[in-house]
């Protein structure tokens, strides 16, 4: 990380203050805003690109639920315990400690992507992270995360899965078989529900019966608790919580991120559905980056401590793009390669 300057400058102080926050050393609060701003940034140079017509396909940017992603990964043992997610994905593929050069070019198509640019946005994988995928079909990562929180059980370990998926996945039918097995066997399953409002262009009050998401596991006997997902501590004691359970042996807990997408469901949706009244409200009352500016302000904070985490996190975001556009296409030959599994025979 790079150094800030000798002579700081003191920040003004804000004339908010923040009751009864959970509390959080400033080492520990400048690592979260240095980890929600390069998914920031690094969302938005994805969305630039997009633009320009070098990443193809679906692209999900994940900006404005930087908090969830990052409050989650405290709990996670990286490449021991398993992540995986819907196609809103690249947040979670850094916070995992993924490569941002690799995950750019595979969003750009290029050999030196993680799936050697043939997976591109929605379907990277890294399994030395621990990170099983993001996948394309609404829903179906629950089913395959379950599977994961089973594999950990059925090896005798206390690893653990972190199964994230929205609120439009919430009313898929594979859901609710998944929850039956994993309470069933009580399996160390986190299930992580990224509540941003609208599934698609649907809102949640026009495409739920019952909103209150968190509750959807209580007929499985499954605990559950809604969490402000704008806010990175509460998500990191929310999910503490739930993973020293399922480590115990106490099986699956639901865990509701209310959290909030500023962009369309992609790149490809003007989000006409709601007002820009609506977004900009969001914006400037609950964004989880300058939740995170008021408490290191509280924690004594400067502006040189931030604009050195800024400026590092603008190198390292320049560089992936570097390193995308400069990686070559992969080969046609790859069409036939990572197909299956070879035999070990």
Known sequence: MAKAAAQKTPRTSSD????????????????????????????ERAGQLYGMGLIGGFCHLYIGQEAVAVGVQESVRQGYDKIITGYRDHGHMLCAGMDPKEVMAELTGRIGGSSK???????????????????????AQVALGTGL??????????????????????????????????????LPAIYIIENNQYAMGTSIERSSSTTQLSERGAS????????????????????????????????????EMKTYR???????????????????????????????????????????????????????????????????????????TDVYVESAA
């Open 16 to 43: 908010k203050t923040i009751p009864n926050a959970p509390t959080a050393s400033k080492e520990d609060l400048l690592r979260f805003y240095r980890e929600m701003v390069l998914i920031r940034r690094f969302e």
């Open 117 to 139: 640019g043939k997976g591109g946005s929605m379907h990277m994988f890294d399994t030395a992270t621990g990170f099983y995928g993001g996948h394309g079909i609404v829903g």
């Open 149 to 186: 929180a089973f594999d950990g059980w059925y090896r005798g370990d206390d690893s653990v899965a972190f199964i994230y998926f929205g609120d439009g996945a919430a009313n898929q039918g594979q859901v609710y078989e998944s929850f039956n097995m994993a309470q069933l066997w009580k």
């Open 220 to 255: 499985f006997g499954i605990p559950g608790e809604q969490v402000d997902g704008m806010d990175v501590l509460a998500v990191r004691d929310a999910v503490a919580k739930a993973v020293k359970r399922a480590r115990e042996g106490g099986g699956p807990f639901i865990l």
């Open 262 to 336: 500023y962009r369309g469901h992609s790149m490809s949706d003007p989000a006409k559905y709601r007002a820009k009244e609506e977004v900009d409200e969001v914006k400037k009352t609950r964004d989880p980056i300058d939740h995170v500016k008021l408490l290191l302000d509280q924690a004594g904070a400067t502006e040189d401590d931030l604009k050195a985490i800024d400026a590092e996190i603008k190198t390292i975001v320049a560089e992936a793009v570097q390193f995308a556009q400069e990686s070559p296409e992969p080969d046609p030959s790859e069409l036939y």
